[in-house]
């Protein structure tokens, strides 16, 4: 068995086993390389992508590309946030929009752990909608959604609006469920909720690395891939030293403030309810916009706690905190860009460039511009 010298102190390992494994060569890279500047904010050397006939010191830091389950982190020896860069739940389906609503009235079918409590506390700071497990739950809680309009159909773990999709009637209905299969359908569950077409949407998050802690409101952007489609083109974050209440008390516009307090209201929903959770980063979208009658919805639509797409711009953040101790806010974005030729700030930290097999050609970069304390 391999093993690395206990002397060499705190080791920084990449973790890809999730269930989003299968993912494109540059997401792949993009981790590896976020994983070496974590590693360096540490202090820590990097051993690359764990290996299980490998033997590693105890003082380890993992960087899973998903949020784990309680069995695997205790295989992984990975007890408290201060382990590992993401987040541990006790049942798989807690990690998936599944957890974000309750079941429709009537229900009998959900996962083990299922919590029929949380959906009712949460269910004033998220869009309507419900989970559902069956096929007959499906149809139940579309039926009750068209009563008021669109409804949009998600699959529990798609990224950046990946396996989504607006049901019109049973018939669209029928064929999304078809889709996916029963079997899945069963074991996953499936996501019903109130449409919103103008919507937009925040991010609000926290994170703890060591002795640093930070906490951000921020916005996606799109840009048009290789493919001519709309896809994650980056994140721009107001980033500010500490936690939460640090971040509630700066000056910011009121759709901010009002997804920071229903993401702090998820997040002690989540924290109170499913003993065994734990996260180090954790990331909330909220969206906000009008339905097609013109009624106002505002709601968390999905938590991650993992790394992810905004984490180049939160490890910029968390390094200039690191190297300023006078820097109180920092603004941090991300940016992706496809095709050649990418324009990139000569103050620019480039975390990703090639031609993935799928994708083609992107670069990927963060820039942080920081406010000193007055």
Same mark, same amino acid.
């Given at each position: 068995?391999? !093993?690395?010298?206990?002397?060499?102190?705190?080791?920084?390992?990449?973790?890809?086993?999730?269930?989003?494994?299968?993912?494109?060569?540059?997401?792949?890279?993009?981790?590896? =390389?976020? !994983?070496? &500047?974590?590693?360096?904010?540490?202090?820590?050397?990097?051993?690359?992508?764990?290996?299980?006939?490998?033997?590693?010191?105890?003082?380890?830091?993992?960087?899973?590309?998903?949020?784990?389950?309680?069995?695997?982190?205790?295989?992984?020896?990975?007890?408290?946030?201060?382990?590992?860069?993401?987040?541990?739940?006790?049942?798989?389906?807690?990690?998936?929009?599944?957890?974000?609503?309750?079941?429709?009235?009537?229900?009998?079918?959900?996962?083990?752990?299922?919590?029929?409590?949380?959906?009712?506390?949460?269910?004033?700071?998220?869009?309507?909608?419900?989970?559902?497990?069956?096929?007959?739950?499906?149809?139940?809680?579309?039926?009750?959604?068209?009563?008021?309009?669109?409804?949009?159909?998600?699959?529990?773990?798609?990224?950046?609006?990946?396996? &989504?999709?607006?049901?019109?009637? /049973?018939? *669209?209905?029928?064929?999304?469920?078809?889709?996916?299969?029963?079997?899945?359908?069963?074991?996953?569950?499936?996501?019903?909720?109130?449409?919103?077409?103008?919507?937009?949407?925040?991010?609000?998050?926290?994170?703890?690395?060591?002795?640093?802690?930070?906490?951000?409101?921020?916005?996606?952007?799109?840009?048009?891939?290789?493919?001519?489609?709309?896809?994650?083109?980056?994140?721009?974050?107001?980033?500010? /030293?500490?936690?939460?209440?640090?971040?509630? /008390?700066?000056?910011?516009?009121?759709?901010?403030?009002?997804?920071?307090?229903?993401?702090?209201?998820?997040?002690? !929903?989540?924290? =109170?309810?499913?003993?065994?959770?734990?996260?180090?980063?954790?990331?909330?979208?909220?969206?906000?916009?009008?339905? !097609?009658?013109?009624?106002?919805?505002?709601?968390?639509?999905?938590?991650?706690?993992?790394?992810?797409? *905004?984490?180049?711009?939160?490890?910029?953040?968390?390094?200039?905190?690191?190297?300023?101790?006078?820097?109180?806010?920092?603004?941090?974005?991300?940016?992706?860009?496809?095709?050649?030729?990418?324009?990139?700030?000569?103050?620019?930290?480039?975390?990703?460039?090639?031609?993935?097999?799928?994708?083609?050609?992107?670069?990927?970069?963060?820039?942080?511009?920081? =406010?000193?304390?007055?």
């Amino acid at each position: 068995m391999n !093993a690395l010298p206990s002397d060499e102190g705190p080791v920084v390992i990449v973790y890809s086993e999730g269930r989003k494994a299968a993912r494109g060569q540059h997401e792949i890279e993009t981790q590896l =390389e976020l !994983a070496r &500047q974590i590693a360096a904010l540490m202090g820590a050397s990097f051993a690359g992508v764990f290996d299980p006939a490998r033997q590693y010191p105890a003082n380890r830091y993992m960087i899973p590309d998903d949020t784990l389950d309680s069995r695997d982190a205790r295989r992984l020896n990975l007890a408290s946030e201060r382990d590992l860069y993401g987040g541990v739940v006790p049942f798989p389906f807690v990690a998936t929009k599944v957890v974000v609503h309750g079941l429709p009235p009537g229900a009998r079918e959900a996962p083990a752990g299922w919590v029929p409590a949380f959906g009712e506390r949460v269910s004033a700071i998220v869009l309507p909608g419900f989970a559902a497990f069956t096929r007959d739950d499906a149809h139940a809680a579309a039926s009750r959604l068209w009563r008021d309009g669109a409804v949009r159909l998600k699959r529990p773990s798609g990224i950046g609006g990946a396996g &989504q999709a607006v049901v019109a009637d /049973r018939a *669209a209905l029928d064929a999304q469920l078809d889709d996916i299969g029963d079997a899945v359908l069963r074991a996953e569950g499936v996501v019903l909720e109130r449409d919103l077409p103008d919507i937009e949407t925040l991010s609000v998050g926290r994170l703890r690395l060591g002795d640093l802690e930070a906490s951000y409101y921020g916005v996606q952007r799109p840009t048009t891939n290789n493919h001519g489609h709309q896809v994650y083109g980056g994140s721009g974050l107001v980033v500010v /030293r500490g936690d939460f209440d640090a971040l509630t /008390r700066i000056d910011m516009p009121a759709e901010a403030r009002k997804a920071i307090e229903q993401s702090r209201a998820f997040d002690e !929903a989540v924290s =109170e309810t499913f003993d065994g959770f734990f996260a180090s980063r954790r990331n909330y979208d909220v969206g906000h916009g009008t339905d !097609a009658h013109g009624q106002a919805y505002c709601g968390v639509l999905e938590q991650s706690w993992r790394i992810g797409g *905004a984490s180049g711009a939160e490890i910029g953040a968390l390094r200039a905190f690191r190297d300023d101790p006078a820097v109180r806010i920092v603004r941090a974005s991300t940016t992706e860009v496809y095709g050649a030729n990418a324009a990139v700030p000569a103050d620019a930290c480039v975390y990703y460039h090639g031609i993935d097999p799928q994708a083609g050609e992107i670069t990927k970069y963060c820039t942080v511009d920081g =406010e000193r304390a007055r």
